[in-house]
């Protein structure tokens, strides 16, 4: 992997991990979900404008891509409600790259040599610590846990639909913005659904906190796609989940959570990961 494609995606995994938790702290995960992705709709409405229509192959991945978002924020909301961040950050991100690696494998003939799959292991396996981190008190709970894991399973999807979409796209650009804008239509029409369209005025008195989510949300998934159409689909996933370093340190620092010598093994094999991603090819 190219070194300014690795950069941008820890970039992105920051933004993520930053997005995230500001949906984690709000009163109401799924308003807060509808509210960001309708923010970041009305950002593509706005840049139409600047970008080339997406190839006409691309279409259905479009289409397909927003439809699996929309299970992504329900079942991420749903994760949120019943589990803490703790428990449902790291399941739901660290299980994601262990489809997608495989899927990429068998499927998409993504092949790595030999220390990118050094790299792709040591990622997934420092994500996996995180992960793993409560996962008695997870087990326990197995509606948290339910909801974490078919969440991973749309995260799998949609990125692996995304890495295609973009590819065919010839026009990332293009395909993110209209991606933005699909996206918001469902998840939005649910959202006004089962909370009784209750909705509008949550969303608009948070405006501030969405149009930043929705800045930091649509810039993470734009430099991911681009990133997917340069480079490995399967490594792209893993390296894009280190926001669950982020998050640890977001925990600890602003949530107040205690933190331990997983963290600290696990951010020490995700370092070592990335570092062997930064030098295999310099």
Sequence with gaps: MEFNI???????????????????????????????????????????????????????YLFFSALLHSGYYIALSEAYRSGDFAQAYPVARG?????????????????????????????????MIFATRRFGQVLQDKRAMLSALITSVFIAAYTLVDGIGGRLSENVSGYVVWLSILDMIPIVLYTMVVRSGGVIIPIARNWKR?????????????????????????????????????????????????SGKRRIVASIIIVCAITLLAFENH
Excluded at 33 to 43: T, V
Excluded at 103 to 118: D, K
Excluded at 213 to 230: H, K, N, T
């Design 6 to 60: 690795l950069l941008a995606v820890l970039l992105a995994a920051l933004f993520h991990a930053s997005w995230n938790a500001s949906v984690k702290s709000s009163g109401d995960h799924l308003v807060s979900i509808a509210g960001l992705q309708l923010a970041c709709g009305i950002i593509a409405l706005f840049l139409i404008p600047f970008f080339d229509i997406p190839a006409r192959e691309s279409w259905p």
């Design 95 to 127: 299980t994601a790259p262990i489809i997608v690696a495989l899927w990429g494998v068998f499927f998409l003939n993504e092949y790595l040599n030999p220390p990118e799959m050094l790299a792709l292991a040591g990622i997934i396996i420092g994500i």
């Design 210 to 258: 969405n149009l930043a989510g929705a800045a930091l949300a649509l810039g993470s998934y734009w430099v991911v796609v681009w990133a997917m159409s340069q480079a490995s689909i399967p490594l792209v996933s893993a390296l894009r989940e280190t926001s669950i370093v982020i998050a640890a340190l977001i925990g600890t620092f602003y949530f107040k959570e205690p």
